[in-house]
Structures are given as C-alpha cells and as structure tokens.
C-alpha cells in the first residue's frame, strides 16, 4: 500500500491498534480542507498492531486528548520532507470534553451546558475522576 509522502504536515504514529478512528473524530480532521490518510492495523516491533494518522498540513493539535489516549503515542512535524520535531505528549493532569460523567447524580447531567472535566487522580493506573462528583472514568 502507497500512501503520499508528506512535504509539510504531521505525523501521529503508535497509536494503539483500533483508536484511530476515535483520534480522527476527536481532532476534528474531517472538518479539514487538506490530505488525511488513516492507516489502521500496520505492522509494529513494539505493539504487533498500530494505527497511523497523516496529515498534510501543518495544524494545532490537542496534546492533552494524544496523551489521554495513550501516552506512548510519537508526533512527527514534518517541513520540507523531513522529520524536523518528534514529540511525546504526556499523560495531563487534567482533560476537558473528552470522557463524559457517567454518574446520573453528576451536576453535568443536569447542567447541560456544563463541561465535562476530569483529573488525573493515579497515574501509574492511568485513573481519571470527575472534578464535581468524583466518579471514576471508564
């Protein structure tokens, strides 16, 4: 399979095998006017399996929600064909309108318009809890 060299863009690579597509809904890419190639399940020494995502345009992109995924993800900035930064986003304290309360006695449930925001209460078990009601992430 062939897929276009990038000139001027970004590379997300590592990601965990089937989170692709859930990384490609939550940046928003299908709201962008360039080149976005996702390549699912390629061959990985580490993870056996691993998604790709291309983007042939150089974009601000959500760290927090890259690092909440999976931390081992790499981001590849790319300027004239070449790797110019290789990033590593980290796991955040905190992560905003991605994982949404699951408690019905959340103020969140209630309050529509309410944000949904979660801590980083344990990080070697990767546990996130709700800043109004405390109730664990799945």
Request: include cysteine; charge should be neutral; charged fraction near 35%.
């Amino acid at each position: 399979m062939l897929i276009g060299t990038i000139v001027d863009g970004i590379v997300i690579d590592h990601i965990p095998a089937g989170r692709g597509m859930e990384l490609y809904k939550y940046l928003e890419l299908d709201k962008l006017s360039c080149e976005v190639a996702l390549i699912k399940n390629a061959p990985s020494e580490k993870r056996g399996k691993k998604d790709i995502l291309k983007i042939n345009d150089i974009i601000d992109l959500n760290f927090d929600l890259l690092g909440y995924v999976d931390p081992g993800i790499t981001v590849d900035i790319i300027r004239g064909g070449k790797r110019v930064e290789k990033l590593h986003p980290e796991l955040p304290e905190v992560i905003r309108g991605v994982i949404h309360c699951k408690n019905p006695r959340c103020i969140t449930q209630v309050e529509q318009e309410l944000e949904h925001v979660f801590r980083l209460t344990d990080r070697e078990k990767k546990v996130y809890r709700c800043i109004y009601c405390d109730t664990r992430a799945k």
